[in-house]
T-cell receptor
Framework: NAGVMQNPRHLVRRRGQEARLRCSPM?????VYWYRQLPEEGLKFMVYLQKENIIDESGMPKERFSAEFPKEGPSILRIQQVVRGDSAAYFC????????????????FGPGTRLTVT | GENVEQHPSTLSVQEGDSAVIKCTYS??????FPWYKQELGKGPQLIID?????GEKKDQRIAVTLNKTAKHFSLHITETQPEDSAVYFC????????FGKGNQVVVIP
């Protein structure tokens, strides 16, 4: 059973360009989460999606960032007009529909995409 | 808001000894408390988790304890081995997880 897949693993963009990060959840998982990690920091929640729905985007910057999880295909995190401060590791996690007794479910992380803005 | 403090920031232990990492959290509504291990250049790996209806959970050399009254939970690694060397993150929440800043654990052979 393949784990969470992310691509590309490394992405270099010049300031002002667009970055597209892809995440394919584990087989059978319908929930996807995106987190950002700065060097020597913990992960910061960005957005939580289910198929064709954004459930919680409270951690997303108001401008330039968007996320989707279409009915078919991977989840996409899109960053428009990147700036140097966007340089970070972006991790995707997936989980099954619900955990025990309908509670929170385990989140399994992919290897991440390391974005460098020059 | 959600806030989690994790300490000590760095922990060095002799191979075979035990390592304990403690996290303190702020949001009492949370029911789920996972621990992740992250090796250099890799994604976080879920190693153990605990839910608010139990106080302790064990999986081989790893255990987690939860004290909801005091709002802290701890990771215990016994009989440490060099491959346990990594950064360990505590987290808590329901669907949106709040992470600590991580503990660098170094196991000295």
């Amino acid at each position: 059973n393949a784990g969470v897949m992310q691509n590309p693993r490394h992405l270099v963009r010049r300031r002002g360009q667009e970055a597209r990060l892809r995440c394919s959840p584990m087989k059978g998982h319908s929930h996807v989460y995106w987190y950002r990690q700065l060097p020597e920091e913990g992960l910061k929640f960005m957005v939580y999606l289910q198929k064709e729905n954004i459930i919680d985007e409270s951690g997303m910057p108001k401008e330039r960032f968007s996320a989707e999880f279409p009915k078919e295909g991977p989840s996409i995190l899109r960053i428009q007009q990147v700036v140097r401060g966007d340089s970070a590791a972006y991790f995707c996690a997936s989980s099954p529909r619900l955990g025990l007794a309908g509670g929170p479910s385990e989140q399994y992380f992919g290897p991440g995409t390391r974005l460098t803005v020059t | 808001g959600e806030n989690v403090e994790q300490h000590p920031s760095t922990l060095s232990v002799q191979e075979g000894d035990s390592a304990v990492i403690k996290c303190t959290y702020s949001d009492s509504a949370s029911n789920y408390f996972p621990w992740y291990k992250q090796e250099l250049g890799k994604g976080p790996q879920l190693i153990i988790d605990i839910r608010s209806n139990v106080g302790e959970k064990k999986d081989q050399r790893i255990a987690v304890t939860l004290n909801k009254t005091a709002k802290h939970f701890s990771l215990h690694i016994t009989e440490t081995q060099p491959e346990d060397s990594a950064v360990y993150f505590c987290a808590y929440g329901n669907n949106r997880l709040a992470f600590g800043k991580g503990n660098q654990v170094v196991v000295i052979p």
